[in-house]
């Protein structure tokens, strides 16, 4: 499709209609899976850089399809919103995330944090039938992070900072998600009220080679952020040299593979109790 750009429509007509088709099936398939709740939360754990306990963690949504292939959540919930489906599709996730993580009987102060797209949020009844989701479950607000993108942000801005800030107000925490990839204003974000910062991942990624400028980009933003009042997650940290740079730059938090890939419910409640980083 737009891959393959728009001159050779014609010799690659096949092509196109094929692909077409699979994404038809792939469709129909998707919303089968809504409509049946057969995809799951898995959860990846978030480190503490200076006590080094495990002191949050993010759902993240996973998908197996019938004939088993895993389909990424990029691509899905992406679907999911052109279909109209993504509301549902997200009522079903915060349900399982907050029943699976209430019964692990995690410590008082263990955040954990869902993804909202911008549609979601911005739905009328998103606040109320959100809290009503996490008193149901048993968890406080206060073990409940929103992750918004940076992108979300220049939709409807307004209604987007009201509703964060009402949120916030009643104890659920905030984070701006893939910051620095999505052209926000710096001065969109002065005006919000949140709690965390996540640097995206592929700033993250670029900490090991020598180029001193990706170190100068994550630096600065940990040091505007702690300016600011918000607490910094750097997200993909797949090494120890990354580790260690983070440390030294005084970044809060680290998710990513180094630590442990995101987890079924079952995995991630023994990873928990195993868990040992001193
Ligand atoms: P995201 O919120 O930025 O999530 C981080 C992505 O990085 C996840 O990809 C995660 O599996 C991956 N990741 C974690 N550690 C590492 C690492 O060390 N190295 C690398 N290379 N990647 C790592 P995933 O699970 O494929 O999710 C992709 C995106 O799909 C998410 O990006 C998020 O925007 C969206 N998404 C996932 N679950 C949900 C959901 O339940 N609701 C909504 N609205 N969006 C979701
Ligand atoms: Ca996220
Ligand atoms: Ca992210
Ligand atoms: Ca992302």
Not at 54 to 75: F, H, K, M
Not at 229 to 237: C, M, N, P, S
């Amino acid at each position: 499709t737009k891959q393959n750009g728009g001159k050779n429509h014609t010799v690659y007509n096949y092509h196109l209609g094929r692909k077409f088709q699979d994404n038809n099936e792939l469709e129909e398939e998707l919303i089968r899976a809504i409509n049946d709740q057969s995809i799951s939360p898995y959860f990846q754990p978030k480190l503490d850089l200076s006590s080094g306990k495990l002191i949050g963690c993010e759902s993240l949504a996973r998908w197996q399809r019938t004939n088993s292939e895993y389909v990424g959540p990029d691509l899905f919930i992406e679907i999911a919103e052109k279909k109209h489906r993504i509301i549902e599709l997200s009522k079903s996730l915060f349900l399982e995330t907050f029943r699976s993580i209430s019964d692990m009987g995690l410590p008082k102060d263990f955040v954990t944090s869902v993804n909202v797209s911008v549609m979601v949020l911005l739905d009328d009844n998103f606040q109320k039938n959100f809290i009503d989701y996490i008193m149901q479950s048993g968890l406080a607000l206060n073990q409940i992070e929103i992750e918004i993108t940076e992108s979300c942000l220049i939709v409807d801005f307004e209604k987007v900072k009201s509703t964060l800030s009402s949120l916030r107000r009643k104890g659920i925490r905030i984070a701006i998600d893939d910051f620095g990839t999505g052209f926000a204003s710096l001065n969109y974000l002065t005006q919000l009220d949140v709690d965390t910062i996540k640097i995206d991942k592929s700033f993250i990624g670029q900490l090991d080679n020598q180029a001193k400028s990706n170190r100068v980009i994550v630096e600065s933003i940990i040091s505007m952020s702690h300016k600011l009042g918000y607490k910094v997650v750097a997200e993909g940290v797949e090494t120890c040299n990354q580790l260690k740079i983070l440390k030294a730059l005084n970044c809060d938090f680290i998710q990513g593979y180094l630590i442990s890939k995101p987890l079924n419910n079952f995995y991630f409640k023994s990873f928990m109790n195993e868990f040992d980083f001193t």
